[in-house]
């Protein structure tokens, strides 16, 4: 059984940063994607930045490219996003998934992933 564990969510200023950290606990192979997603208050769930564990690669929306930065630590399962420059419209609940095995791609629609942590609130105030 798969578990996701996200971490290190909080509130900051305008401009600060923050570090979210998430665990894919129960995985024995690293041929899969994971990805952050946020989801406001009033709004849908969106894409923010996924990553294939199997090769690195990695895709941003375009709302965080040049200040969000998306990394990976393979022999612990877990990715870690760094927001930097963080403005008042980051402000959301954060999610992480994980794809089924062997989907190494990264997808931006919600229903490519198979696991969900609980998520983490990130407050950005002005």
């Known amino acids: 059984q798969v578990q996701v564990v996200e971490s290190g969510g909080g509130l900051v200023q305008a401009g600060g940063s923050l570090r979210l950290s998430c665990a894919a606990s129960?995985?024995?192979?690293?041929?899969?994607?994971m990805a952050w997603f946020r989801q406001a208050p009033g709004k849908e769930r969106e894409f923010v930045v996924g990553i294939s564990m199997s090769d690195g690669t990695t895709y941003y929306a375009d709302s965080v490219k040049g200040r969000f930065t998306i990394s990976r630590d393979n022999a612990k399962n877990t990715v870690y996003l760094q927001m930097n420059s963080l403005k008042p419209e980051d402000t959301a609940v954060y999610y992480c998934?994980?794809?089924?095995?062997?989907?190494?791609?990264?997808?931006?629609?919600?229903?490519?992933?198979?696991?969900w942590g609980q998520g983490t609130q990130v407050t950005v105030s002005s």
């Open positions: 998934a994980a794809r089924p095995l062997f989907q190494t791609l990264v997808v931006a629609r919600s229903s490519g992933y198979e696991y």
């Open positions: 129960g995985r024995t192979f690293s041929s899969y994607a």
